[in-house]
C-alpha cells in the first residue's frame, strides 16, 4: 500500500544534530501512524519515535528531550529532528508506517553513527 525511502543519516560527533527524512509514495498517507525505529548490532530493532495519523507523538525514554518527529501530510513525509546525538544513538534507522486493515510497512533503513 506505501513504499518508505529514508534518507539524511550520516557520521555526526557526539552532541551533534541530524535531520533524517522518510518519503512516503502510495494512497492515503493521511491515514498512517508513521514511527521511526533503529536497530544497531546484536540488538533488536526498538521504537524510537512514533506519530499517530491524529498528529499525536510518542517518544522512547532514551531520546526524549533530544528528537522530534513531525510529519507534512501534503508532502507525505516524516522527519526525525535528533539533537545532542550520543554514541548510543549509532544504528540504522528505519521508516514504518502501519495502518490495522493493512499491516506494517519498512523502509530500506539509514545509517546514522555518532563518533568522535
Known amino acids: 500500500q506505501v513504499q518508505l525511502v529514508e534518507s539524511g543519516g550520516g557520521l555526526v560527533q557526539p552532541g551533534g544534530s541530524l535531520r533524517l527524512s522518510c518519503a512516503a509514495f502510495?494512497?492515503?498517507?493521511?491515514?498512517?501512524?508513521m514511527a521511526w525505529y533503529r536497530q544497531a548490532p546484536g540488538k533488536q530493532r526498538e521504537s524510537v519515535a512514533s506519530?499517530?495519523?491524529?498528529?499525536?507523538?510518542n517518544y522512547a525514554n532514551s531520546v526524549k528531550g533530544r528528537f522530534t518527529i513531525s510529519r507534512d501530510n501534503a508532502k507525505k513525509m516524516v522527519y526525525l529532528q535528533m539533537n545532542s546525538l550520543k554514541p548510543e544513538d549509532t544504528a540504522k534507522y528505519y521508516c514504518?508506517?502501519?495502518?490495522?486493515?493493512?499491516?506494517?510497512?519498512w523502509g530500506q533503513g539509514t545509517q546514522v553513527t555518532v563518533s568522535s
Open positions: 514504518n508506517a502501519h495502518f490495522s486493515m493493512w499491516g506494517a510497512y
Open positions: 506519530i499517530a495519523a491524529s498528529g499525536s507523538t
Open positions: 502510495g494512497d492515503r498517507f493521511t491515514v498512517y501512524d
